[in-house]
């Protein structure tokens, strides 16, 4: 006969009470890592989102702005804007772009949103720098970044303004140079003497004329709208002064004082690889560099107890091109490299000596683009006649004729472009109701672009 073993005990409330702490535990670890999942999730895509909002809003920008022929930083948006201008402008969260259409009516549209923060400040004549901020809880993304202005150089144009939250450009041929307000600047603001026979290079910051306006001794011997180079041919003691004055305004202009001293050396720029002597103007790519020293020649004699005081360098450390003068010693070497595509840009040596005599010289430092800036290399209109004659360097043409003729625009990529035909007017002219405006672009991504207009 079997036995059966009876087992009469049950769960205890102990083991229920265990077994409900465990599964509590259990619950609360799963649900916590599910939140900070989430939670991280939600970051992730908040700062994704903020990151992308802020890249179109600077890419926007940029691309918008690259093609300025002259530009103008404002403080704040204006009340009315001013025809024929474009604006970017921030304003509740969204990056604004007011523009003159083709249809000469101005529009706006969006170029960024989710933004809080807009900043523009000038850097150098060529380039502006740009800061934007934007937020969504409590991620924040900021951009700062360089826009630079290849196409103001055709125009001769400087930015204008100092720092701001709205642009003011324009893009076209028919801009007017807005920095034409701002004062005259030479290499040289004050009073300095001159070596006679000796030769200084003037600098202006504008398009100016040069004119030695009272004093004798000294003589300018060649000059273009910026540069000027003055030579002193008189007598120990003789003075003279140079007005430089702005061609866009005539009452803004710059003058300094020259004296004739007794020649003892002179200090002269060279490179420092084999002391050749820079004489005006030394041409650098972006990103390139150059050695560069000042020597004093003929040497100065021992014998006369004259030593050297003093050795600075004057030039700019952003914009055109950045120098440093730490890479040597003494310091009398410099290292010069090209930063930007810009307009003229001087660089001086000073060596003071200890008999109170001031050595100078200058040279032009002028920084190209690794690209050739696009130019038509040919063009042509048949039997009319094109007004003026034409030059690479002349952006605006007129054509006439008394018959209908094609017209042939060789780019110096190989290029040709053929508009044909074009009708003429009851006057028995050239029947352009609107601009033809050429687009000649030699770079992969259209940074570096000139347009040629042409109308009847």
């Given amino acids: 006969m079997c036995k059966f073993i009876k087992n009469d005990k049950g769960i205890t409330l102990l083991e229920i009470i265990i077994s409900i702490a465990i599964v509590g535990i259990l619950l609360t670890l799963t649900f916590n890592l599910f939140f900070f999942g989430n939670e991280v999730f939600a970051r992730g ?9 802020v890249r179109i809003s600077t890419t926007s920008i940029t691309d918008t702005v690259r093609y300025a022929t002259a530009l103008y930083i404002e403080s704040n948006k204006p009340d ?33 949103t989710d933004i809080t923060s807009l900043e523009f400040s000038k850097q150098s004549d060529r380039l502006v720098s740009m800061s934007v901020t934007g937020i969504e809880r409590n991620q924040t993304y900021e951009i700062d970044m360089d826009i630079g202005l290849p196409n103001m150089e055709m ?3 400087d930015v204008f303004g100092s720092a701001g939250s709205v642009l003011k450009f324009q893009k076209d041929s028919t801009i007017t140079n807005l920095s ?37 001794g000294v003589s300018i ?3 273009t709208d910026r540069t000027a180079v003055v030579q002193a041919s008189g007598t120990i003691g003789d003075q003279a002064w140079i007005r430089a004055t702005s061609i866009a305004d005539s009452s803004k202009y710059r003058e300094v004082r020259m004296t004739i001293v007794e020649q003892t050396s002179s200090a002269k720029i060279v490179k420092s690889e084999d002391l050749s002597e820079i004489t005006g103007e030394l041409n650098l790519v972006v990103g390139e560099s150059q050695e560069l020293k000042v020597i004093i020649d003929p040497p100065l004699d021992i014998d006369e107890g004259i030593t050297i005081d003093d050795i600075n360098w004057y030039g700019t450390n952003s914009g055109q091109y950045s120098f440093d003068e730490n890479i040597a010693d003494p310091n009398d070497t410099v290292l010069i490299t090209g930063v930007n595509v810009g307009a003229l840009a001087d660089l001086t040596a000073r060596i003071d000596l200890s008999d109170g005599t001031i050595l100078y010289d200058t040279i032009i430092i002028n920084v190209t683009s690794t690209m050739e800036y696009a130019k038509l290399i040919d063009l042509s209109f048949g039997k009319g006649v094109l007004s003026p004659t034409f030059n690479s360097d002349v952006l605006n043409y007129t054509v006439s004729g008394d018959k209908q003729e094609t017209l042939v625009a060789n780019a110096n990529t190989g290029t040709t472009i053929i508009i044909n035909p074009l009708p003429t007017n009851t006057n ?29």
């Fill in 45 to 53: 895509s908040e700062q994704y989102n903020v990151q992308t909002s």
């Fill in 180 to 216: 034409a307000s701002n004062e005259v600047r030479l290499n040289r603001e004050a009073n300095f003497s001159m070596f006679n026979g000796d030769d200084f290079l003037f600098v202006a910051n504008k398009d100016v004329t040069w004119a030695i306006i009272s004093g004798t």
């Fill in 80 to 112: 009315t804007f001013e025809d024929p201008y474009h604006y970017i402008y921030y304003e509740n969260g969204i990056v604004y772009y007011s523009y003159i259409d083709s249809d000469s009516t101005r529009k706006t549209r969006f170029l960024g």
């Fill in 155 to 157: 125009k001769n144009n």
């Fill in 221 to 223: 011997i060649s000059s």
């Fill in 428 to 456: 028995g002219k050239y029947d352009l109701s609107e601009s033809i405006n050429i687009s000649i672009t030699v770079s992969e991504d259209g940074k570096i672009t000139r347009i040629y207009t042409i109308t009847n």
